[in-house]
């Protein structure tokens, strides 16, 4: 048993104020977290930042951001830009390239549609994680996602 709090009310209207898309959500939370047999798996991808030269950067918290550029028809991977902003508001950037074979997804064409190409902008919105980590005494980014097994 568990408790939602609605800002705007509940009992019989959920949908009127919030749409279907706020009881599709509770429905699809309580049956995946009552389905023992559907655990996601994590993916991750781990990338040693920084060199000698600029270690400092790392020292504290680091606030993790990121772009997504949609892929090209012809690409076999996600583009991104992805900025560092360190606790003295200094910030860094970098590119990377996710593939989409890491990905859950079985495209049938040998060049992405336009709706495929937004469909994976959208996921890897939603679903990516990143964040610096400390990985044996260096920082690195780590990004994750989860997969239906």
Same mark, same amino acid.
């Given at each position: ?86 606790? %003295?508001? %200094? ?43 400390? %990985? ?14």
């Amino acid at each position: 048993i568990s408790v939602v709090d609605f800002p705007q009310g509940i009992h019989c209207t959920l949908p009127v104020p919030y749409d279907w898309k706020a009881i599709s959500t509770i429905l699809q939370s309580y049956f995946l977290s009552h389905s023992p047999n559907f655990k996601l798996k994590e993916q991750a991808l781990e990338m040693e930042l920084g060199d000698e030269s600029n270690r400092d950067f790392y020292n504290g918290a680091i606030k993790v951001s990121y772009k997504v550029q949609q892929p090209e028809p012809k690409e076999n991977f996600i583009r991104l830009t992805v900025e560092l902003e360190n606790e %003295k508001e %200094k910030r860094e950037t970098l590119k990377l390239n996710l593939p989409l074979s890491q990905f859950d997804f079985h495209f049938f064409n040998k060049e992405l549609s336009s709706s495929e190409q937004a469909m994976m902008e959208r996921w890897v919105n939603q679903n990516l994680s990143m964040k610096v980590i400390t %990985k044996e005494g260096k920082p690195a980014l780590r990004a994750t996602w989860y997969l239906a097994p």
